[in-house]
């Protein structure tokens, strides 16, 4: 499988300001998504990366508040806009490469206070 | 759109028995069902995952079951051991669609010795 990093790990961040967090794979793949794990919870499934088209947003997540990117095969962006302590959560990147397989990066663990 | 629900929450087994773990699943054009184990801090791990014309698969001490008549899917771990101790999430997916997978709410398996 592929070999997927994040970055940053984790971050305190202040409410109002905004976070970029980065995912890299070490291969093309032909999707990537972007996920949501709250303390205790399932993973919810924020939206689809494309690459060189916008990103597909599931319902109750947009596009002004989880801005996305994918410039390339191999890379991918997720920004948390003006945050609030909701947005604590760990943000997590997957990747399939065709065969149906889903596998996930390590994880961001944000805290917003 | 798909709805994937799973139960228990929370199972406790004494180490060398077997756990069930139970799945159903809305979306009758699902054809494809991978399990998640989740370690405490760790990013979701693939273990192990059925496609619809399969009823079963095995892997060691692993097994998924399908009944697409039913709509259900179950996992099963036999010969329980403390390094099984996670956090267990079904999922289901329509694979002609972009590959988005739908999670169950998981469930918290304890081994006790």
């Known amino acids: 499988s592929a070999v997927i990093s994040q970055k940053p790990s984790r971050d305190i961040c202040q409410r109002g300001t905004s976070l970029t967090i980065q995912c890299q794979v070490d291969?093309?793949?032909?999707?990537m998504f972007w996920y949501r794990q709250q303390p205790g919870q399932s993973l919810t499934l924020i939206a689809t990366?494309?690459?060189?088209?916008?990103?597909?947003?599931e319902s109750g997540f947009v596009i002004d508040k989880f801005p996305i990117s994918r410039p390339n095969l191999t890379f991918s962006t997720l920004t948390v806009s003006n945050m609030s302590p909701e947005d604590s959560s760990i943000y997590l990147c997957?990747?399939?490469?065709?065969?149906?397989?889903?596998?996930f990066g390590p994880g961001t663990r944000l805290t917003v206070t | 759109g798909e709805n994937v629900e799973q139960h228990p929450s929370t199972l406790s087994v004494q180490e060398g028995d077997s756990a069930v773990i139970k799945c159903t699943y809305s979306?009758?054009?699902?054809?494809?069902f991978p399990w998640y184990k989740q370690e405490l801090g760790k990013r979701p791990q693939l273990i192990i995952d059925?496609?619809?014309?399969?009823g079963e698969k095995k892997d060691q001490r692993i097994a998924v079951t399908l009944n697409k008549t039913a709509k259900h899917f179950s996992l099963h771990i036999t010969e329980t051991q403390p390094e099984d101790s996670a956090v267990y999430f079904c999922?289901?997916?329509?694979?002609?669609?972009?590959?988005?997978?739908?999670f169950g709410s998981g469930t918290r398996l304890s081994i006790r010795p």
């Open positions: 997957s990747v399939d490469n065709r065969g149906g397989e889903q596998y």
């Open positions: 291969s093309q793949v032909t999707m």
């Open positions: 990366a494309n690459q060189g088209s916008e990103a597909t947003y």
């Open positions: 979306d009758s054009a699902s054809n494809y």
């Open positions: 059925i496609r619809s014309n399969v």
């Open positions: 999922a289901a997916s329509i694979r002609s669609s972009a590959s988005k997978i739908i």
